[in-house]
């Protein structure tokens, strides 16, 4: 084989190669890109809303290490509460206590809680430093309701 024969075998199918390149990036679709006011997330899922809680339902919490949280006019249908508290503490941490209420009577629930850690009986409370944060989400045959709520104990 003569030396141009073998110039032909390589720059042959490497010119094939690029022309199909070529042409799959001037025939392939142009997506425009979204603007963030289309997104409602980075992750493009919807962001739900749950409607706000009835004002005259009244929640309180009573106690500074072991408390408890009382909550009386609760919407009728209710069958739980699901609770988040968080808080600074006087070490500088954010701390938190969760959980869920069974609502077993029809418009009063409380629920017994630690602002602290307990492990073999001994118990290390927190020095809350301000307020408490809370949010509550009552569930039950209405679907979802919500209310956010400070704490000063």
Known sequence: MNNLNKKYIIIGPLLVIVLAISAWFFTRPVTQPK???????????????????????EILIKG??????????????????????????????????????????ADKASEKITFGTCSSGVCRYHQ???SIKGVFIFEGEYGEKMREQEFNL
């Open 35 to 57: 603007s963030n006011t289309e997104n409602a997330s980075v992750f493009e899922e919807p962001v739900e809303e749950i409607p706000a809680l009835d004002n005259n339902v």
């Open 64 to 105: 500074k290490t072991d408390a408890e949280i009382s909550v009386s006019n609760i919407p009728k249908n209710t069958r739980t509460i699901t609770y988040e508290l968080s808080y600074n503490t006087k070490s500088g941490s954010v701390e938190g206590v969760f959980g869920i209420i069974d609502v077993l009577e």
């Open 128 to 130: 809350i430093d301000g």
